[in-house]
T-cell receptor, first 114, second 113 residues
Framework: AQSVTQPDIHITVSEGASLELRCNYS??????LFWYVQSPGQGLQLLLK??????LVQGIKGFEAEFKRSQSSFNLRKPSVHWSDAAEYFC????????????FGPGTRLSVLP | NAGVTQTPKFQVLKTGQSMTLQCAQD?????MYWYRQDPGMGLRLIYY???????DKGEVPNGYNVSRLNKREFSLRLESAAPSQTSVYFC????????????FGEGSRLTVL
């Protein structure tokens, strides 16, 4: 079975600074990989996904993520953080591309300083 | 443009009481899901329904039942609530073709005293 770790429970960055959120997974084959964002009081929204092909994927809101098979990682990046990016971010790994096959990580809470 | 709608948004129960969480989606999706979210544990799948008339257990089904009433609606029932079921519950749906995108409701916060 697959598993996901997000080593950072809480990260604080200043507005305008760059951001990298870490995600490591365990899965025996090439996984389906996702990043979701949850704004306060809201449900989760898909930021980006990787199925195959180019290992650098672009998502919404200026986010990107890079799949590194050798490191079993799928880290999320943004070059310049905005105050509205304050939220909780979840990495998910899937054995298939339907929800019943997903495992979500514990989440990383991002705070943004003005 | 409702997407996925959950009711109620907040509920407080006493141990042993029962309740049903309602979920409806207007995107014509076949697949629907119920997750629970607990601090430090991410989302865990309770039950899912791949199509109208079918339901299957997820990772943490004990203490819950579900009904896929029709293509739009998927309800979650707690027959005898326990404090361990205090959580935030999310309903989600996904389109056919396996795009991997889940569309979530805004969540239902349940407290069991």
């Amino acid at each position: 079975a697959q598993s996901v770790t997000q080593p950072d429970i809480h990260i604080t960055v200043s507005e305008g600074a760059s951001l990298e959120l870490r995600c490591n997974y365990s899965y025996g084959a090439t996984p389906y990989l996702f990043w979701y964002v949850q704004s306060p009081g809201q449900g989760l929204q898909l930021l980006l996904k990787y199925f195959s092909g180019d290992t650098l994927v672009q998502g919404i809101k200026g986010f990107e993520a890079e799949f590194k098979r050798s490191q079993s990682s799928f880290n999320l990046r943004k070059p310049s953080v905005h105050w509205s990016d304050a939220a909780e971010y979840f990495c998910a790994v899937g054995a298939g591309n339907y929800g019943q096959n997903f495992v979500f990580g514990p989440g990383t809470r991002l705070s943004v300083l003005p | 443009n409702a997407g996925v709608t959950q009711t109620p948004k907040f509920q407080v129960l006493k141990t042993g009481q029962s309740m049903t969480l309602q979920c409806a989606q207007d995107m014509n999706h076949n697949s629907m899901y119920w997750y629970r979210q607990d601090p430090g544990m991410g989302l865990r799948l309770i039950y899912y329904s791949a199509s109208e008339g079918t339901t299957d257990k997820g990772e943490v089904p004990n203490g819950y039942n579900v009904s896929r009433l029709n293509k739009r609606e998927f309800s979650l029932r707690l027959e005898s609530a326990a404090p361990s079921q205090t959580s935030v519950y999310f309903c989600a749906s996904s389109p056919d073709g396996g795009t991997g995108e889940l569309f979530f409701g805004e969540g239902s916060r349940l407290t069991v005293l």
